[in-house]
């Protein structure tokens, strides 16, 4: 089968909540018609829908690629006082992409992060987080709302130029590529030609994105309906977010070819991209983690001598005397060999040594259990 020359690496789905309205099983096959090799998933903040995503692409035999369009505070995730102008200059965006098992283990990270510690308007993370936990991610500069476009748009080069060299130099390696789109947005256009510029001045790759958030052109309509709801205004009030044209649609890879002609480089990097993404996740199978268990001894004996232990003090309370004519203890040590065996034939004892440990600890802590 021959592949297309594009791959969509922007991309929101119903998942980034009341504002992509994209649906998995329709993206899959609009994929397949177009014979894309593989298709990213990129949501606002969240990573909701990356394992649902990547059973469904996977089964259709397209590449998944898992990421997410994150939200960059400008200074500490943890400052919100400095940025009391507002939502506007709270965060830029960030397209990150995941490579590898590594790169997962960091978005997911990242994403919990922003919302645990960084939460302002949106969960947000910082350069300070991203340099710790760039590893395995490739990174695109993102939309107009990105920190180099919205630097471009504002007028201020300079700023648009060392903001692209630190995202090069936390993702070292030709992991950083400046997103190159072409929406019928006015404004893109004079930033398309900067970040050409910026491009060359700085080495760094550029990509072509279409920043999908519905599949069809004619669906724009719908998520404008969508956006409303989500900034709870009407359509028809004047001061509401909206998209100003109706190109954010799933584009077939002749559509951008034909926008990207005189920009070979921009569509050859989905490939490349696409390609150096290879995630592979294991499904369906316990992921427990490892309970360490004091040396000389494996998870199923450790679990035995506490559990013996904790039936003699049992039995102690029960009675104290210690004389067991006629009190058939010997029942209660049958009755836990017989629960032992059937524990360490399903390989339940680290299960059971994690519980344990939870309990004992909200125990210890006061906290009530059961």
């Given at each position: 089968?021959h592949?297309?020359n594009f791959?969509?690496l922007?991309?929101h789905?119903?998942?980034s909540?009341l504002?992509?309205?994209i649906?998995?099983?329709n993206?899959?096959?609009l994929?397949r018609n177009?014979k894309?090799?593989?298709v990213?998933?990129?949501d606002h903040g969240?990573m909701?829908?990356a394992v649902e995503f990547?059973?469904?692409?996977?089964?259709q035999?397209i590449k998944?690629i898992?990421?997410?369009?994150?939200y960059?505070?400008p200074?500490s995730?943890?400052?919100?006082?400095s940025?009391?102008?507002?939502?506007?200059?709270?965060?830029?965006?960030l397209?990150?992409?995941?490579?590898n098992?590594?790169?997962y283990?960091?978005l997911?990270?990242?994403?919990s992060?922003?919302y645990?510690?960084?939460?302002?308007?949106k969960p947000?993370?910082?350069?300070?987080?991203?340099r710790?936990?760039n590893e395995?991610?490739?990174a695109?500069?993102?939309c107009?709302?990105?920190?180099?476009?919205?630097?471009?748009?504002?007028?201020?080069f300079d700023?648009?130029?060392?903001?692209?060299s630190?995202?090069?130099?936390i993702?070292p390696d030709?992991?950083?590529?400046?997103?190159l789109q072409d929406n019928g947005?006015?404004?893109q256009?004079?930033?398309?030609?900067?970040?050409?510029?910026?491009?060359?001045?700085?080495?760094?790759?550029?990509?072509?994105?279409?920043?999908?958030?519905?599949?069809n052109?004619?669906?724009a309509?719908a998520?404008?309906?969508?956006?409303?709801?989500?900034?709870?205004?009407?359509?028809?009030s004047d001061d509401?977010?909206?998209f100003?044209?109706?190109?954010?649609?799933?584009?077939s890879p002749e559509?951008?070819?034909?926008?990207?002609?005189?920009c070979?480089?921009?569509?050859?990097s989905t490939?490349?991209?696409?390609?150096?993404?290879?995630?592979e996740?294991?499904l369906?199978?316990p992921?427990l983690?490892?309970f360490p268990?004091?040396?000389n001894?494996?998870?199923n004996?450790?679990?035995?001598?506490?559990?013996?232990?904790g039936?003699?003090?049992?039995?102690g309370?029960?009675?104290?005397g210690?004389?067991?004519?006629?009190?058939?203890?010997?029942?209660y040590y049958e009755?836990?060999e017989?629960?032992?065996?059937v524990?360490?034939?399903?390989g339940?004892?680290?299960y059971?040594?994690?519980?344990?440990?939870l309990?004992?600890?909200a125990r210890e802590g006061?906290?009530?259990?059961?």
């Amino acid at each position: 089968m021959h592949h297309s020359n594009f791959v969509h690496l922007h991309l929101h789905t119903q998942y980034s909540l009341l504002d992509g309205a994209i649906r998995l099983d329709n993206l899959l096959k609009l994929a397949r018609n177009y014979k894309m090799p593989a298709v990213a998933v990129t949501d606002h903040g969240n990573m909701f829908g990356a394992v649902e995503f990547y059973k469904k692409a996977m089964k259709q035999g397209i590449k998944p690629i898992i990421g997410c369009e994150i939200y960059v505070a400008p200074g500490s995730r943890f400052d919100r006082a400095s940025q009391a102008r507002g939502a506007k200059e709270a965060f830029h965006h960030l397209i990150l992409l995941v490579k590898n098992i590594q790169g997962y283990k960091n978005l997911c990270r990242l994403v919990s992060a922003g919302y645990l510690e960084g939460f302002y308007y949106k969960p947000r993370v910082d350069k300070e987080l991203l340099r710790e936990c760039n590893e395995g991610l490739i990174a695109l500069s993102a939309c107009l709302h990105g920190e180099v476009a919205h630097r471009i748009a504002g007028g201020e080069f300079d700023k648009a130029l060392s903001a692209a060299s630190e995202y090069k130099e936390i993702f070292p390696d030709r992991r950083f590529f400046l997103e190159l789109q072409d929406n019928g947005i006015e404004e893109q256009r004079g930033v398309n030609s900067a970040l050409l510029e910026i491009g060359k001045r700085l080495d760094i790759p550029v990509v072509a994105t279409n920043d999908c958030h519905y599949l069809n052109k004619e669906d724009a309509r719908a998520h404008d309906v969508l956006v409303c709801i989500q900034t709870g205004k009407t359509v028809k009030s004047d001061d509401r977010l909206k998209f100003s044209t109706d190109e954010f649609y799933f584009k077939s890879p002749e559509e951008m070819e034909k926008a990207f002609a005189d920009c070979r480089e921009a569509l050859d990097s989905t490939i490349e991209i696409a390609e150096r993404c290879n995630l592979e996740l294991v499904l369906d199978e316990p992921q427990l983690p490892e309970f360490p268990v004091p040396e000389n001894s494996d998870v199923n004996t450790f679990l035995e001598s506490l559990a013996r232990e904790g039936l003699e003090r049992r039995l102690g309370d029960v009675n104290p005397g210690g004389n067991d004519e006629g009190t058939g203890v010997w029942h209660y040590y049958e009755r836990l060999e017989k629960e032992l065996n059937v524990i360490k034939r399903m390989g339940f004892s680290g299960y059971f040594l994690i519980v344990a440990d939870l309990i004992s600890h909200a125990r210890e802590g006061g906290i009530p259990v059961g």
